[in-house]
């Protein structure tokens, strides 16, 4: 599903019926996974809308809440796409 077109979490918690929360679980996993197969889960990183703030060192995959720069909280969400090995 990943492989075709890159998800949010939101979106894939509504595709697989499961909480944003364990969406994001279910990413490191798959993430670790991948890498032993040769390839890797691409993010692309939250980003506040308000002053383009990029949440590039954020290391978990679940949605921030605010802008630790500006403190706004118009972000969007990290959109995930799998790239796979060959
Ligand atoms: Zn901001």
Redesign the pocket.
Known sequence: MLAEAPHTAHELSALVRVSEKDVAAHLEHLARSLKRSGGWLEVEPAR??????VFRDRRRLTRPSS??????E??SAPVFHIREGS
Not at 48 to 53: F, G, I, Q
């Open positions: 506040c809308r308000d002053c383009d703030y802008c630790p720069r500006c403190r706004g118009h972000l």
